[in-house]
């Protein structure tokens, strides 16, 4: 079953950063979160990961909190193309399980 | 890299036949591969992890008679939905987990099957 939780869905004006929060509070201290988004009627695409230390490649950042319990993913310039449903997820093992995700419309 | 197939991207068939989907991952090799089932306007199910050279895990509720899995080499996956049903439209979508170099903690994802079934 999922371990996390997301807002069904947020605004981001182009542009602008967008902040999308994920709470995890169940997190064991050895699991990782990852973030995946999926444009519709697509598999889905890895963007980052991270165990306890704030993460950044060329996508966007992961700013995880000292307690592990929450975590954001952060776009810093969206555009039209980052409109998606973006999964924060708790790997579990070997597996990983969906929750409902975040949709993410990008306004012009 | 990391780029992960699958065919067919869609399929329609009549109830009652067989359809087979293939997953390979094209630039790297993979012990572990996985499917996933989405409906529409719903999250990603995890339907089963196949490891290469053994039996496939069947999550809680995944009939393993109906979602045939093999998994014969590191680079391909195939599930086959038996005797299928309307009920069994949905999209399918696989991943692979690669077996070396820095991304073996990740999960790639193919770019998923389309099952219509009639």
């Known amino acids: 079953d999922a371990k996390t939780t997301q807002p069904p869905s947020m605004d981001c004006a182009e542009g602008r950063a967008a902040n999308l929060p994920c709470n995890h509070s169940t997190i064991s201290g050895n699991e990782y979160v990852y973030w995946y988004r999926q444009i519709h009627s697509q598999g889905p695409q890895y963007i980052i990961h991270g165990l306890k230390n704030n993460e950044t490649n060329e996508m966007a950042s992961l700013i995880i909190t000292e307690d592990r319990k929450s975590s954001t993913l952060i776009l810093p310039h969206a555009t039209l193309r980052d409109t998606a449903v973006y999964y924060c997820i708790v790997r579990a093992g070997n597996q990983f399980y969906f929750g409902t995700g975040t949709s993410l419309t990008v306004i012009p | 890299g990391a780029v992960v197939s699958q065919h067919p991207s869609w399929v329609i068939c009549k109830s009652g036949t067989s359809v087979k989907i293939e997953c390979r991952s094209l630039?790297?090799?993979?012990?572990?591969m996985f499917w996933y089932r989405q409906f529409p306007k719903q999250s990603l199910m995890l339907m089963a992890t196949?490891?290469?050279?053994?039996?496939?895990?069947?999550e809680q509720g995944v009939e393993k008679d109906k979602f045939l899995i093999n998994h014969a080499s590191l680079t391909l996956s195939t599930l086959t939905v038996t005797s299928a049903h309307p009920e069994d439209s949905s999209f399918y979508i696989c991943?692979?987990?690669?077996?070396?170099?820095?991304?073996?903690?990740?999960?790639?994802f193919g770019p998923g099957t389309r099952l219509t079934v009639l």
């Open positions: 196949s490891n290469e050279g053994s039996k496939a895990t069947y």
């Open positions: 630039d790297f090799q993979a012990t572990t």
């Open positions: 991943s692979a987990r690669p077996l070396s170099g820095s991304g073996t903690d990740t999960q790639y």
